[in-house]
């Protein structure tokens, strides 16, 4: 019996767009670097009742009754995430990566506060002080970037900015850079401005939690994350502390004998439900317990050096076809590749792909002279093909394929060159099912 029976029969219209999606996972090469395959277990619990109750609170403190079951499950979620990251504080409600930096910001911040990001256009994220984002418009923003001929964050050039805006708050982390972040050169000039740090580590959560990059905890106030990047689980956020601290705003708590200066865990908690969420996805904090229980796994730290090293080789293989990739090459899982010398921009790169059967994002590249609808790079991931069991020939096979396309995009033969290559994708995918992830109908 398949999976979704009972939803074919009184909505065909519904299961139709899953069984579409499901074959366009099953068949075409997944590179979105954001990306990836849950295991069927956390797709189990994200489809369990858990998502008939309401849960307002936390663990033993809830403002519902009837919560001893989806209590066991945060619970397994927050102690496992400790072990996970090595942390003494989580709060695993944050419905997306979104909302986590929503509530750090709120619970530190007063509106108008003095900010510094990542600048979008340079691989940050919008919530980091984007004009168009909350982040941008209730606080004063102010994003650094990365030097124009390294494409590397220029660490001279954060200080300098942080000694002249005297930020409260100092972002670091990003969605479209392929180097990693320097936390204690940022907690220094953190401490030197009197600013607090918070690492945003969406993008290469699992690999830290695998110990294949380096842990952000202790250089960090706060640390955020997503749920289903290199992490592998449910769509969602977390927020995490390596050590609890004093609330820095000084927001009291009556007690029996007077008033005490709250915990920062007492903030953040506050800040998340009622601050700005109501009810916790229960059945999505089931899923992200199963996730971080495999992440425990040591076949999970295989996973995550084979991320590695796949986008390493990939890289290489760019580089060797004449590619040029923003800050020169890879140390995570993704790499951002500046089409101009070949005379494509990111939206016809991104459509061509398509019609191979490779999805990749379009991507503004710094200092990029096009529209952020048209852009000049592409993003490339390997977290997803390397669910798939795709190792490092497959890699360099991809980044072949992908400069056969890219190649042919201005010929006349175009159409017939992805036709070829969209083929041989789906002969790829088909070699490397998702046993036990992904894909399930
Ligand atoms: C993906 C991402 C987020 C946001 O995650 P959503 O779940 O889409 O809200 C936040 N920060 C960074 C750096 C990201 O890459």
Redesign the pocket.
Known sequence: MMKHDILKMQDPEVFASITGEVRRQTETLELIA?ENFTSRAVMEACGSVMTNKYAEGYPGKRYYGGCEYVDIAENLARDRAKQLFGCEYVNVQPH????A?MAVLFSVLKPGDPIMGLDLSHG??L??GSSVNFSGQLFDAHSYGVDRETGIIDMNKVEEMAMQVRPKLIIA???AYSQGFDLKAFRQIADKVGALLMA?V??PAGLMAAGVMPNPMEHCHFV?T?T??TLRGP???MIMMGKDFENPLGITIKTKTGSRVKMMSEVMDAEVMPGIQGGPLMHIIAGKAVAFGEALQPEFKVYAQQVKDNAAAMAARFLGLGYHIVSGGTKNHLMLLDLRNKEVTGKVAENLLHDAGITVNKNMVPFDDKSPFVTSGIRVGTPAMTTRGMKVAESEQIAGLIDRVISAANQPDIADVCKQVKAEIRELCLSFPLDGYGPLI
């Open positions: 954001s997306s990566g979104s909302s930096n940050g994220h919530t980091h982390g990003a969605s945003d969406a993008h955020t997503t289903h990047k769509r969602g956020g």
